[in-house]
């Protein structure tokens, strides 16, 4: 059974940081791609992160390059997000999906079947 659980959010401060972590079993962690998406109240489920688990390419959409850091320990089937200089907008419960490769859209939630149950990010002003 596929079962992807993450951690590690919180409440911070504006400009602070946070680490989320993605626990991940049940499948090959090498040949799947995990992202990590965000959903705020009234808002569409935004992918911005994603890795390849099979050669540690790393995608970021512009809202959250510079700050944000993707990385993977495949020793460990796991997939940490760093998140610094944290804004407001960046509140939003935080998920972790899983799709095997290739995926044409690393962004598109359709293109991950298997998710995590998500962990709360509130980033105060």
């Known amino acids: 059974e596929v079962q992807l659980v993450e951690s590690g959010g919180g409440l911070v401060q504006a400009g602070g940081s946070l680490r989320l972590s993605c626990a991940a079993s049940?499948?090959?962690?090498?040949?799947?791609?995990i992202g990590w998406f965000r959903q705020a109240p009234g808002k569409e489920r935004e992918g911005f992160s994603c890795?390849?688990?099979?050669?540690?390419?790393?995608y970021y959409a512009d809202s959250v390059k510079g700050r944000f850091t993707i990385s993977s320990d495949n020793a460990k089937n796991t997939v940490y997000l760093q998140m610094n200089s944290l804004r407001p907008e960046d509140t939003a419960v935080y998920y972790c999906?899983?799709?095997?490769?290739?995926?044409?859209?690393?962004?598109?939630?359709?293109?991950?079947?298997?998710w995590g149950r998500g962990t709360q990010v509130t980033v105060s002003a």
């Open positions: 890795i390849s688990s099979s050669d540690g390419s790393t």
């Open positions: 999906a899983a799709a095997p490769m290739p995926i044409a859209t690393m962004f598109d939630p359709w293109a991950f079947g298997s």
């Open positions: 049940g499948f090959t962690f090498d040949d799947y791609a």
